[in-house]
T-cell receptor, first 119, second 111 residues
Framework: GAVVSQHPSWVICKSGTSVKIECRSL??????MFWYRQFPKQSLMLMAT?????????EQGVEKDKFLINHASLTLSTLTVTSAHPEDSSFYIC???????????????FGPGTRLTVL | QKEVEQNSGPLSVPEGAIASLNCTYS??????FFWYRQYSGKSPELIMS????GDKEDGRFTAQLNKASQYVSLLIRDSQPSDSATYLC???????????FGAGTTVTVRA
């Protein structure tokens, strides 16, 4: 399977600061990555689709100016939570479709997640 | 997004028993179906994928798909304490790359 990494694995920040989370595909190139958010005892909610070299596509209700996504290379997407507030505290997970040879597979592989706590 | 529903659980089974998880979806055009396992505090990991009607077996796991009934299930045979986790049903539609997830069913296997 494909390997997706995230950094940092956890972060604590003060209210009003910005936090950047990195998502990397380690052994394959990912033109498309996805960012999810998961609150305790809830399922994954897709926030946005990150497209290499173009603007991200945000899901309804997700503020694009608050959650900045940059996908500048085929192996790296970043999510920046700007002016974070306690209600942004959550588990943020990225994913990418695996690649077999030159073929993009139908399986999404998830990074290990980043737990954000905003004080 | 497409709606995906799972039996709410929690589901508690004794060690060695069969755990049965159910999932229904609303989009008839859905083509790909997945079961992910998520341990507490961790991200989801893929257990099974299924695309055609019928059964698909992989070790102690069996996925079943019935597109006419818009139903997909997961059976865990010979349940082990290490199977205790939340199981997420995910569905991908025919026209995009997005996955829609159910709320998850938490399974506890009692030793």
């Amino acid at each position: 399977g494909a390997v997706v990494s995230q950094h940092p694995s956890w972060v604590i920040c003060k209210s009003g600061t910005s936090v950047k989370i990195e998502c990397r595909s380690l052994d394959f190139q990912a033109t498309t990555m996805f960012w999810y958010r998961q609150f305790p005892k809830q399922s994954l909610m897709l926030m946005a689709t990150s497209n290499e070299g173009s603007k991200a596509t945000y899901e309804q209700g997700v503020e694009k100016d608050k959650f900045l996504i940059n996908h500048a290379s085929l192996t790296l997407s970043t999510l920046t939570v700007t002016s974070a507030h306690p209600e942004d505290s959550s588990f943020y997970i990225c994913s990418a479709y695996g690649v077999s040879g030159r073929i993009v597979t139908d399986t999404q592989y998830f990074g290990p997640g980043t737990r954000l706590t905003v004080l | 997004q497409k709606e995906v529903e799972q039996n709410s659980g929690p589901l508690s089974v004794p060690e060695g028993a069969i755990a049965s998880l159910n999932c229904t979806y609303s989009d008839r055009g859905s083509q790909s179906f997945f079961w992910y396992r998520q341990y507490s505090g961790k991200s989801p990991e893929l257990i099974m994928s299924i695309y055609s009607n019928g059964d698909k077996e992989d070790g102690r796991f069996t996925a079943q798909l019935n597109k006419a009934s818009q139903y997909v299930s997961l059976l865990i045979r010979d349940s082990q304490p290490s199977d205790s986790a939340t199981y997420l049903c995910a569905v991908r539609g025919s026209n995009d790359y997005k996955l829609s997830f159910g709320a998850g069913t938490t399974v506890t296997v009692r030793a």
